[in-house]
């Protein structure tokens, strides 16, 4: 039973600029939950690429997203967010949430094993 639902993917050109939406579905509350995004392009394996804290909202992103991305959450709307800006080709690629039960994101934020529960994903395209 998928917990998680990803939307906001689509077509975009390069340089444009998106939101990705992660929502608890069937009741699953994400307060008290650190979500991760973690994004995976054809070919390449999975990779993290930005994480928030429960508690106090700390924010961790991967190098290669750095300045880019903005990860928020609104536990009112139940939704953490992605923002993308400066969308690149090498952004192309399905996008995943992930539940982190311990409610905190940390320098190993990046590594699957941190997550229990997936979205089903949503996928960027980057054409011109």
């Known amino acids: 039973q998928v917990q998680l639902v990803e939307s906001g993917g689509g077509l975009l050109q390069p340089g444009g600029s998106l939101t990705l939406s992660c929502t608890g579905s069937?009741?699953?509350?994400?307060?008290?939950?650190?979500i991760g995004w973690f994004r995976q392009a054809p070919g390449k394996e999975r990779e993290g690429v930005s994480c928030?804290?429960?508690?106090?909202?700390?924010?961790y992103y991967a190098d290669s997203v750095k300045g880019r991305f903005t990860i928020s959450r609104d536990n009112d709307k139940n939704t953490v967010y992605l923002q993308i800006e400066n969308l690149k080709r090498e952004d192309a690629a399905v996008y995943y949430c992930?539940?982190?039960?311990?409610?905190?994101?940390?320098?190993?934020?990046?590594?699957?094993?941190?997550?229990?529960?997936w979205g089903q994903g949503t996928r960027v395209t980057v054409s011109s």
């Open positions: 992930a539940t982190n039960p311990s409610g905190l994101c940390g320098s190993y934020f990046f590594m699957e094993i941190e997550y229990d529960d």
């Open positions: 069937n009741g699953f509350i994400l307060d008290g939950y650190a």
């Open positions: 928030i804290s429960s508690n106090d909202g700390s924010r």
